[in-house]
């Protein structure tokens, strides 16, 4: 099993307190978070009003990249487990049942959820986000996925 520390994880807390109490965002109301960038939604892209820009963004168990969370997800993530194929940007992305640990379990979570109709990887899936559970993972890097794309 490999376990990566990461040397942010305090940074984790501060920036799940933000988004979950909206601290410092011009229009905060009771406690329920604020749209600081006025997209019409409460999310990680908030942050970015509140000067925090080395924030990095993935979807959980898009172990790859790649923007989808499907079979080769399972395959990259066995490979770095017991193979090592290479570093991924963001180990955080290869906990898919956000457990706090890269293991076995989160390639069967993934082909649980993929085939069988088991659940969704907990947030942030489906959307490109923070992690905001307390763990000692890291992400180094935004995904690619989850960049802005240039209009």
Do not use: H
């Not at 011009?26 to 600081?36: K, L, R, T």
């Not at 956000?98 to 990887?121: A, C, E, H, K, Q």
């Amino acid at each position: 099993m490999k376990i990566r520390k990461n040397a942010n994880a305090g940074m984790k807390l501060i920036l799940s307190t933000v988004v979950a109490l909206g601290v410092g965002c011009p229009s905060f109301v009771g406690g329920q978070g604020a749209d600081c960038n006025g997209d019409g939604a409460v999310d990680v892209s908030d942050l970015l009003c509140q000067g925090l820009t080395d924030v990095a963004t993935f979807v959980r168990g898009d172990s790859n990249g790649d923007g989808a969370v499907d079979l080769s997800d399972v395959v990259f993530t066995l490979g770095w487990l017991f193979q090592s194929t290479g570093e991924p940007g963001c180990v955080d992305a290869l906990d898919a049942n956000d457990d706090g640990g890269v293991d076995i379990s989160d390639p069967i979570y993934v082909l649980t959820f993929r085939f069988t109709g088991g659940n969704p990887p907990p947030p942030p899936y489906a959307s490109c986000g923070i992690d905001t559970t307390g763990d000692s993972l890291d992400c180094a890097a935004t995904q690619a996925a989850c960049l802005p794309t240039s209009t």
